[in-house]
C-alpha cells in the first residue's frame, strides 16, 4: 500500500496536469476510487448535451475533489457525491446525529459545515478553507457519524 507522501508526491502533478474530465477520472479508477469514478461519470454525463444552457462540471472542481479523496480518503467515510447549481463537487455524509458537507471550489479551497445534533451534544462549524484546515475542522465531527441504515 502506498503511504501518504507517496500518494501524494505522485497524485497532484497527475491531476494538476489533467487536461479533461476524464483524465481525472481514469487517475481515481487507478487508485481503486471506482464507485467514486462512477458516480462522477455519471454527474458529468447529466451536465452534459441535455441543456445546452447549463455549463459543464467544473474540471478545476473535480481536480481539487480528486486529489483530496485519494490523498484523505482514508479518514473520512465514503461520501454522498452531487454537483451544486454552480458545477461544483460537494461530498455529503449523514447520520441520525450528524451532518457534513464539503464542497470543492475551483480555486482549491473548501467550503464545509458540520453539524452535531444529539440530546448531550449540539456543535456546528462552518467555513471556507484549505483541503488541509478543513479536514482538520470537520473530523471531529465524525466522531458522532454512524453509517446510514438501509432502507
Known amino acids: 500500500m502506498k503511504s501518504y507522501i507517496d500518494t501524494e508526491l505522485h497524485v497532484e502533478p497527475r491531476i494538476e496536469n489533467a487536461v479533461c474530465h476524464e483524465d481525472v477520472f481514469c487517475i481515481l479508477d487507478e487508485f481503486g476510487y471506482n464507485k467514486i469514478t462512477k458516480r ?17 462540471m467544473d474540471l478545476l472542481s ?22 451544486c447549481p454552480n458545477i461544483c463537487l460537494q461530498a ?9 458537507v464539503m464542497k470543492f471550489l475551483p480555486d482549491g479551497r473548501i467550503r464545509y459545515a458540520a453539524l452535531i445534533d ?29 453509517q446510514p441504515e438501509c432502507e
Not at 455529503?92 to 457534513?100: I, T
Not at 444529539?118 to 454512524?146: K, M, V
Open 40 to 56: 462522477l461519470r455519471y454527474l458529468h454525463e447529466i451536465t452534459q448535451p441535455y441543456d445546452p444552457d447549463d455549463p459543464p
Open 62 to 83: 473535480l481536480k481539487k475533489f480528486g486529489s483530496f479523496f485519494i490523498i484523505f480518503s482514508a479518514s473520512l467515510p465514503p461520501p454522498l457525491i452531487g454537483i
Open 92 to 100: 455529503e455524509w449523514h447520520s441520525k446525529m450528524m451532518s457534513a
Open 118 to 146: 444529539s440530546q448531550d451534544h449540539s456543535q456546528s462549524t462552518q467555513a471556507t478553507d484549505s483541503r488541509e484546515i478543513a479536514l482538520q475542522e470537520i473530523l471531529p465531527y465524525f466522531h458522532y457519524y454512524s
